[in-house]
């Protein structure tokens, strides 16, 4: 194990030198054409298989044992956001517009690390490793996408990993947690319907705003008097738009937000009280209202087998690491479309360091992270995939 962690370390000026390339020149979900063109670029000079265009602009490549074993699905995201910049380091974003800040550009270059030390011992696995750089993680369905054109398939993987640098924990922090991880992600879209006229003669009008305010208030008593207490899901409200004028009661309100939860049973209850609180509100003011509901991802749940594994890796690896069993957040991820298939352990690697002012949180135009981090998540991810194909 400790040979891998000096490898990874030899490894880090090369994984920093692709992590600030990539931060330099962010690209949007199934837009990344630069970055997955590095990427196999990269691959193809180490001599692996490697196939593009998957999804648009993802890129798989495989690394052959051997010997014959399983097959070790080991995933990183590649999309930017769509977000302008502040971080003031000296490789912020070339892109007006977009910037990395959530730390794909760091998982990307992880996996190509991780690419370079696993090929460099590919005489001692047992099996194949299936590396998978995915596009449009954010939000636009880049794993369903490479669900649909095969990605699980030729060869079909045994066991699934992935990590996520993570800026809500200082490094040195590993979040490595069995069953579940991260949360279902359900974008919702309320309409509330009514009849407007003038702000002066209420009585008159039917009002949708007011039926949308009591809307909001009553959608949270569902998690807090229907949700056991012991459970965890959370319902926001985050746009609501209704009117033009100062002083006319409009007949549309829409709203929308997003509904997270964690166990399934929990979603379809939620689900079905939230259709009831809506109507049943609605009615009461006199309005209508349609309610539509979209699946972003199901919840990333951890195989506690394989969890309990990668966590013992760790603590050989990473021996002054703190390993955190119980990391959990309503954040959403759509590794879990992979993970419903094949069984596997996403866990987190602390990346924060407040000293140096690396602690903004993901997806703020500040965000940045402690890029020596990078090495300790190259030797766990090859650590844990050498595990499971020794």
């Keep these: 194990m400790h040979a891998l962690t000096l490898e990874a370390q030899k490894q880090f000026e090369y994984t920093r030198q692709m992590r600030r390339d990539f931060h330099r020149y962010p690209e949007i979900g199934f837009q990344e054409v630069r970055t997955a063109g590095i990427v196999a670029r990269e691959l193809n000079e180490l001599n692996l298989e490697v196939k593009t265009g998957i999804a648009e602009t993802g890129v798989v490549a495989l690394i052959e044992g051997s010997r014959k074993g399983p097959v070790v699905l080991l995933r990183f995201d590649m999309d930017a956001l769509p977000i302008q910049e502040q971080s003031g380091a000296d490789y912020a974003s070339q892109n007006p517009g977009v910037m990395h800040a959530c730390g794909h550009d760091g998982h990307t270059a992880i996996g190509l690390g991780v690419a370079r030390v696993l090929q460099a011992h590919r005489q001692e696995l047992a099996g194949t490793v299936k590396l998978v750089f995915q596009p449009a993680e954010e939000g636009l369905g880049g794993a369903e996408r490479m669900l649909a054109e095969g990605v699980l398939e030729n060869p079909r993987p045994d066991l699934t990993l992935a990590l996520h640098l993570w800026n809500e924990k200082p490094a040195g922090w590993l979040g490595i947690t069995p069953g579940p991880a991260m949360a279902a992600s359900d974008m919702f879209s309320i309409n509330v319907t009514g009849r407007g006229g003038h702000g002066a003669v209420p009585h008159s009008t039917v009002d949708p705003v007011l039926a949308s305010a009591q809307i909001v208030n009553a959608l949270q008593s569902i998690t807090s008097r229907n949700v056991p207490p012991l459970k965890s899901a959370v319902i926001t409200v985050a746009t609501i738009h209704g ?18 939860t964690f166990e399934p049973e929990v979603r ?39 969890t309990a594994q990668v966590q013992e890796i760790a603590a050989k690896l990473l021996p002054d690491h703190e390993i955190d069993p119980y990391e959990r957040t309503m954040g959403s991820e759509d590794m879990a479309f992979l993970m419903q298939e094949v069984p596997g352990c996403y866990f987190f690697v602390g990346s924060a360091n407040a000293e140096q002012g690396l ?18 998540a190259v030797a766990l991810m090859a650590a844990a995939a050498m595990h499971f194909l020794k």
């Design 243 to 260: 009117g033009d004028a100062f002083n006319v009661i409009p007949s549309d309100v829409e709203m929308s937000g997003t509904i997270r």
């Design 268 to 306: 379809r209850m939620l689900l079905e009280r939230f259709e009831a609180v809506v109507q049943g509100v609605a009615q009461a003011f006199g309005c209508q209202a349609k309610c539509r509901v979209r699946v972003i991802t199901p919840a990333v749940i951890n195989d506690p087998k394989i």
């Design 359 to 376: 602690n903004a949180a993901h997806h703020n135009p500040r965000f940045d992270f402690d890029e020596r981090v990078l090495e300790n």
